[in-house]
């Protein structure tokens, strides 16, 4: 790469990383080839052995610590796809950042969301974040090369829920800080809600090229956002489309803990109203959130619909449990009735 071109006024890589409750996407542009949608690359390989598939365009927000997982054989903790189910791990802990909102109706009331026993939220957070940043620097190095990464400065933009605290944004931004975001001279950390985020996107093609037969100025939008941990709804007035898109907020913003994870903890209920004694005292790495049995219920709510199945069935050996509507004792199946 041109090393002169690389040093221009202004010249730098903007990195996306839309940090999820579940899943963890990142994407980057180059300023000096483009500012578009299209322009935008987006990691889709990240590594690891519980892939199931070459592509992936996000990874899993889980991490799994070295000095719990003795019998793994573990050099190092781990990350995304290099956490297997057999693994004792931590998830989920985005819900647990935010403690300063009042509680809702969709809180987490039953402590189903486990907090690890000597780290904080914030701390689980930049050691997951932490694999993720040295895996994007690898990424940045192989496609631009180790001489042009140690002069381009790098501009990271982590996504948040609309309804996050003053707090939380200052915690989220402490925890990225603390995993090497925005450690080098030169490099910058914002944040963006994730509707905006969501509209930027959106209007961007819808007005690429100056084709804006779908969006003129006065028009509204609403944007929901749908997340594994959060639903947030915002609404938009566009000001203008040209020369540059400009649209404000005409309210708050609005959403709460209702993401796809709430469908996860009240489904833990009801396996421990259904099967008592023999299901809470399984331990926790047979049913958190990158257990086996989780995945198998993140592929039934998948297959979720009207008119579907009336049932579906997930492996689990509960000891004690006899045969009944729910269970069947031979097979170790649990019977989800919709």
Same mark, same amino acid.
């Given at each position: ?12 890589? &903007? ?17 000096? /080839? ?35 997982? /003795? ?49 904080? @939220?914030?701390?689980? &957070? ?33 996504? =948040?829920? @609309? ?11 402490? @925890? ?12 910058? &950390? ?7 985020? @969501? ?33 947030? =709804? ?56 990158? /257990? ?6 993140? /592929? ?39």
């Amino acid at each position: 790469m041109d090393m002169e071109r690389l040093k221009q006024a202004g010249h730098r890589i &903007i990195i996306g990383v839309d940090f999820g409750t579940t899943f963890t996407g990142v994407g980057w542009v180059d300023t000096a /080839s483009g500012s578009n949608v299209q322009d935008v690359f987006l990691i889709n390989d990240w590594g690891g052995k519980a892939k199931t598939c070459d592509y992936n365009w996000k990874v899993p927000t889980i991490v799994a610590y070295q000095d719990e997982n /003795s019998s793994k054989s573990m050099k190092d903790d781990k990350w995304g796809f290099e956490v297997e189910s057999s693994m004792v791990s931590w998830s989920w802990m985005k819900l647990l950042l935010d403690k300063g909102q009042a509680e809702t109706h969709y809180d987490d009331s039953l402590q189903e969301v486990k907090q690890h026993p000597l780290k904080t @939220a914030e701390q689980m &957070i930049s050691d997951y974040l932490r694999g993720v940043y040295q895996f994007l620097v690898k990424k940045l190095e192989r496609r631009f090369g180790g001489e042009a990464i140690e002069i381009l400065p790098f501009e990271f933009w982590f996504t =948040i829920p @609309a309804i996050w605290s003053d707090q939380a944004k200052v915690t989220t931004k402490r @925890a990225a800080q603390a995993a090497g975001f925005a450690s080098r001279p030169g490099d910058k &950390i914002f944040l963006i809600p994730e509707p905006e985020a @969501a509209a930027v996107a959106v209007l961007k093609e819808l007005t690429h090229h100056g084709d804006s037969v779908f969006v003129e100025p006065g028009n509204g939008m609403i944007i929901c956002d749908c997340g594994g941990g959060t639903i947030d =709804i915002t609404t938009y007035a566009i000001c203008q489309t040209e020369p540059t898109l400009e649209f404000d907020e005409v309210v708050v913003g609005a959403g709460g803990k209702c993401g796809s994870t709430y469908i996860d903890r009240r489904f833990l209920i009801w396996m421990s109203n259904t099967f008592g004694s023999g299901f809470d005292n399984l331990p926790d790495r047979l049913k958190s959130p990158g /257990s086996k049995l989780m995945k198998a219920f993140e /592929s039934a709510k998948r297959e979720f619909k009207v008119g579907g199945y009336e049932s579906y069935e997930v492996s689990l050996h509960i000891p004690g449990v006899r045969d009944s509507d729910f269970y069947d004792e031979d097979e170790s199946q649990v019977k989800i009735p919709w």
